[in-house]
């Protein structure tokens, strides 16, 4: 029994070495195809709406919530909450929860 282990062991020991080893080298597929300054210079047509127009886009729906989330990549807010600071609550951070802060 012991000789047919170990002939089967060489066999297969035989076949593995056999055979080529071939290593692929992977090529991940990018993200994203990046951009280029014609692409940059492009720009989309704007769509302005008025007030009006919402209004009206919304009249005979049910009421729903909104939010808004208006930061330094939508608008350049950091002075007004740094002006916030100052005058309305010098060293703290208790002007984000005074009404008039959001309303000013």
Avoid at 17 to 38: F, I, M, W, Y
Avoid at 54 to 76: K, M, W
């Amino acid at each position: 029994m012991r000789k047919i282990t170990l002939a089967f062991g060489a066999v297969c020991l035989l076949f593995t070495l056999n055979s080529a080893v071939v290593a692929r080298a992977s090529t991940p597929q990018p993200l994203s195809t990046g951009t280029n300054v014609a692409k940059l210079a492009e720009q989309a047509p704007i769509h302005w709406v008025s007030v009006a127009q919402i209004e009206n886009s919304l009249l005979g729906r049910q009421p729903i919530a909104v939010g808004f989330d208006i930061d330094d990549t939508v608008l350049f807010s950091s002075p007004g909450f740094w002006r916030g600071q100052k005058t309305f609550s010098p060293g703290s951070d208790a002007y984000l929860k005074i009404p008039s802060f959001g309303k000013k």
